[in-house]
């Protein structure tokens, strides 16, 4: 019987033992997958007294290949940052309660304690309550222990739910993804299965993923593509899934800054950070692989822009090599979740006029360049309410 593909369920775990099956801790809501395992066909192709070529042929050493489409999910897109870029340095978020209780459109809270939590200039995003009557509200002014909060960022909007004395308020905790030549690389645990189909649930243990392609258009979700090697694909226990509640992030949350100004003029975004991931076979007696080794990053991308003004093509001629950072910021009412993608140190290597549009468009290609402010060739800041390292 025929299969209805989007009942398939993916489900992802980092690993502590490289190589060792892990149940799932977070499970993808992905809009396509491609998995194969992999087997080298050897072919006896040798001379044997008749006129066919092929006299045999057998199965040589096996490995898993992968492939995930997914939006952008402010908690989800962690996971991949961390498998591609590097580790993730946590700062913890302030924690604190509430001091008495709050009403719909109220636009002011106190609380126990606000160390930690800032205003207008750098606000701070916190979470009162948790739940159905949580919510997400931005603060722009700290009074002692009152706090001027709002769920419309520049707008006197109040909150939209009743909050109790002593309900939890908690601001965002920062993840900061660099390179690190000393820390182990990330391994994981990819779980497969159709709940319609019948066929065994699938375990691919020892993933490592080479690539993460961000695409940014203001007219649709931001998504990622990303690849991955893994060990064949072994029967597993069958996993309850659970999935993201929170919104992807979108392509018009999206602020560019070029050389420390920040544009409206970008049109979309296309960046790729990718490592070389080869898959050793050697002599170890099984079909499988020894091990999957992940090589050095690389960064680069392609920018298009109107094309109003030299500023942007002056870092392409000009060759100046200074900072880019793509910004995506939710909302209050999405999450208020946020994603910085910085190439501290960008090289702008190529810069065309396009003049097929009504309007005058330029199209950009730009790399990452080693330097010591991202540790590498590129750094990645998310804010969100998730309070664990990925």
């Keep these: 019987m025929t299969q209805l593909s989007r009942l398939a369920i993916l489900g992802m775990a980092k690993e502590s033992v490289i190589g060792t099956y892990v149940a799932p801790t977070v499970y993808i809501p992905f809009t396509g997958a491609d998995y194969e395992d992999m087997y080298a066909q050897l072919k006896d192709e040798s001379y044997r007294a008749n006129d066919s070529v092929l006299q045999g042929m057998y199965q040589g050493g096996v490995e898993a290949d992968w492939s995930i489409d997914l939006l952008a999910y402010a908690d989800v897109v962690g996971h991949f940052l961390r498998a591609v870029i590097g580790p993730d340095t946590v700062t913890a978020a302030a924690s604190t309660t509430l001091s008495g209780s709050s009403i719909v459109g109220a636009t002011t809270i106190t609380v126990a304690s606000a160390t930690g939590i800032t205003g207008t200039p750098n606000p701070t995003y916190i979470q009162i309550g948790s739940g159905a009557t949580g919510e997400v509200a931005l603060v722009t002014n700290v009074a002692g222990t009152t706090l001027t909060v709002t769920t419309v960022a520049g707008s006197a909007v109040g909150l939209t739910k009743v909050h109790s004395s ?225």
């Design 166 to 390: 002593s309900d939890p308020v908690v601001s965002q905790t920062v993840h900061t993804f660099k390179q690190s030549t000393s820390a182990a690389k990330a391994t994981y645990s990819l779980t497969v299965y159709d709940t319609s189909s019948g066929t065994p649930t699938l375990g691919y243990t020892d993933t490592v993923f080479s690539d993460v392609q961000i695409k940014i258009d203001p007219k649709s979700s931001v998504t990622l593509t990303t690849k991955a090697k893994a060990l064949p694909g072994v029967s597993q226990s069958t996993p309850t899934p659970t999935y993201t509640a929170l919104a992807p992030v979108l392509g018009w949350e999206w602020s560019m800054t070029n050389a420390g100004a920040t544009s409206t003029r970008g049109l979309s975004l296309d960046l790729s950070i990718k490592r070389q991931v080869e898959v050793i076979h050697s002599s170890n007696g099984v079909q499988a692989p020894r091990e999957i080794f992940q090589g050095a990053l690389e960064v680069d991308g392609t920018y298009k822009a109107i094309f109003e003004n030299l500023t942007d093509m002056n870092l392409y001629t000009a060759y100046t090599q200074l900072p880019m950072t793509a910004l995506l910021q939710q909302p209050v009412a999405f999450g208020g979740a946020s994603l910085a993608l910085t190439l501290s140190q960008s090289g702008w290597f190529k810069g065309k006029r396009d003049l097929k549009s009504p309007y005058i468009q330029a199209d950009f290609s730009l790399a990452g360049i080693y330097n010591t402010t991202d540790a590498g060739s590129v750094s990645a800041v998310l804010k969100n309410f998730i309070t664990t390292a990925y």
